[in-house]
Structures are given as structure tokens and as C-alpha cells.
Antibody
Framework: QVQLMQSGAEVKKPGASVKVSCKAS????????ISWVRQAPGQGLEWMGW????????NYAQYFQGRVTMTTDTSTNTTYLDLRSLRSDDTAVYYC???????????????WGQGTLVTVSS | DIQMTQSPSSLSASVGDRVTITCRAS??????LNWYQQRPGKAPNLLIY???SLQSGVPSRFSGSESGTDFTLTISSLQPEDFAVYYC?????????FGQGTKVEIK
């Protein structure tokens, strides 16, 4: 069965960086891209960007441009989210999601990781 | 960016009620509209894609419709497990924006 398993919770100080991993199983990894979505406490969902697991192409939301890097390792079926220059308002649960963009006429996120809480606090 | 506006932001309903949630896009998105359900402490779960298509495994009491830039999620007979937050999302263009969410609570 399709699974996305994310790394554990992180606590970081302002100005630091965090790297969250998302390991996929149960399907052909390079057939689907991965999107990252975050959710601040008590707030809604915010799309951060997408990476092609096939060739590493990325598409980042403008709000995160310059602070975010998404990478993929096809040898371990793992995608990574790297967020730099952390601020207190980056405190959120970060989700990876399997993305059908490029495969479906109406793309969607059909499987999600369990989420990784990143807390930014001095 | 395309803005997605949901209404209401919350509602109270009873088991067995018919519930309707609306999502309006700030411009045409050509049926590229998805609905997700999020239960407390859990990841979102895809319900509807392409405005009207039911995701595999999702109960048939959930349905979606569209009229221009207005989209509707309907739960025909609310069940206890349906008390959750519902989000619409447009997949027409980047960034793939979400609505602010609608919380469905027990009356």
C-alpha cells in the first residue's frame, strides 16, 4: 500500500535551518511528484511547492522563494524539504503529499505523510 | 495568485442533516477544484477531485458540484465521523491555493 513516512518533530532556534524527510513506499517513486504543504497551529493549509521525483525539477511558492529547497533521492525513495532562516511564524506541521500533476487532467494530492511538527523558538 | 473563499467558516449540524459548503474562486479554474477532509490531529484526506469526481473509497454521501467559479461540497446525510474541517483547493495554476477551511461541528 502507498505510504509516505516523514521524519520526527524538530525544535529549532530563529535563524536556523530544518530538513524534513519524506520516504515513499508502495508505488513507483519516480512516477509521481511530491508537494509540501504546511499548517500553522490552528490555521489552514498552505502549499509550499512541488518537486518532480523523476528529474528534480521544482516549483516553489513565491512566498518561500530563496528560503526553501526541495530535493529527492531516488536511491532511497526519499524527498527532502529544507527551510532556512527560520522565524517563529514558521512553526507549523509540515506535510508531504503525493502529487498527480502531469499525470491527471485534474491534479490532486492523493496520499499524505503523517506530518512533521517544526517548532521555532528561542 | 488565485484566491479561494469558503463559506461558511463553521457550521453546526446534527447527524443525518444535509450539509453544504461553498467555495468561490477569484477567477476561472475550469473544474480544477479538489475537496479535502481533515480530522483533528490527522493529515488531510482527498474526497473530491475535478470538482465532481469522487475519490476511490470515499462514501457516496459526499458529492461535488460547480457553477462557474462557485463550487459546492454536499454531505447528503451527516455521519459522526464527518465532523471535521473541510478545505477546497484549486489545481489550475501555481501556487495551488487552499480555501481557509470550514469546520463542521456537532449541534
Amino acid at each position: 500500500q502507498v505510504q509516505l513516512m516523514q521524519s520526527g518533530a524538530e525544535v529549532k532556534k530563529p535563524g536556523a535551518s530544518v530538513k524534513v524527510s519524506c520516504k515513499a513506499s508502495g508505488y513507483r517513486f519516480t512516477s509521481y511528484g511530491i508537494s509540501w504543504v504546511r499548517q500553522a497551529p490552528g490555521q489552514g493549509l498552505e502549499w509550499m511547492g512541488w518537486i518532480s521525483t523523476y528529474n528534480g525539477n521544482t516549483n516553489y511558492a513565491q512566498y518561500f522563494q530563496g528560503r526553501v529547497t526541495m530535493t529527492t533521492d531516488t536511491s532511497t525513495n526519499t524527498t527532502y524539504l529544507d527551510l532556512r532562516s527560520l522565524r517563529s511564524d514558521d512553526t507549523a506541521v509540515y506535510y508531504c503529499a503525493r502529487d498527480t500533476v502531469g499525470l491527471r487532467f485534474h491534479p490532486y494530492f492523493d496520499y499524505w505523510g503523517q506530518g512533521t511538527l517544526v517548532t521555532v523558538s528561542s | 495568485d488565485i484566491q479561494m473563499t469558503q463559506s461558511p467558516s463553521s457550521l453546526s449540524a446534527s447527524v443525518g442533516d444535509r450539509v453544504t459548503i461553498t467555495c468561490r474562486a477569484s477567477q476561472s479554474i475550469s473544474s480544477h477544484l479538489n475537496w479535502y477532509q481533515q480530522r483533528p490531529g490527522k493529515a488531510p484526506n482527498l474526497l473530491i477531485y475535478g470538482a465532481t469526481s469522487l475519490q476511490s473509497g470515499v462514501p457516496s454521501r459526499f458529492s461535488g458540484s460547480e457553477s462557474g467559479t462557485d463550487f459546492t461540497l454536499t454531505i447528503s446525510s451527516l455521519q459522526p465521523e464527518d465532523f471535521a474541517v473541510y478545505y477546497c483547493q484549486q489545481s489550475y495554476s501555481s501556487p495551488r491555493t487552499f480555501g481557509q477551511g470550514t469546520k463542521v461541528e456537532i449541534k
